[in-house]
């Protein structure tokens, strides 16, 4: 088994403490799934004080025999902007010699910018969700 390690940042206009609640604690209901797409998750920790969450996706389509898991880690700080940075760190535990590819990892973290900037724009646009 191999490990991968990717981390990255993106910056919102919420404040961390209200990007928290949408995209955590009332994610279900304001990210859209897609129907084609086949995950089991595993939530490791989620610290609404630290304002941390981990999760793993331990099983799906994306998997091919070749990744054991993926564990993603978000920490949301405040910007100096007044928004937020999400610090996000994904790690790819790998099955025999497979490696991640620079498009996979692209790929991955233009699904992840996405959605936090459609949460961004549902909470500017929604101010008492």
Avoid: W
């Amino acid at each position: 088994m191999g490990l991968f390690t990717h981390e990255y940042e993106v910056i919102t206009a919420i404040l961390p403490a209200k990007m928290f609640k949408a995209c955590i604690l009332d994610g279900e209901n304001l990210i859209p799934k897609e129907a084609s797409h086949y995950m089991v998750e595993k939530v490791e920790a989620s610290d609404k004080d630290e304002l941390v969450y981990s999760y793993s996706v331990i099983e799906g389509s994306v998997f091919m025999n070749k990744l054991e898991k993926i564990t993603y880690e978000t920490k949301l700080e405040p910007s100096s902007a007044g928004g937020s940075i999400s610090k996000i760190s994904c790690k790819y535990y790998t099955i025999g010699d497979f490696e991640i590819t620079e498009e996979g990892l692209k790929a991955g973290k233009e699904k992840a910018l996405q959605m936090l900037k459609a949460v961004d724009a549902y909470v500017l646009a929604n101010p008492r969700h």
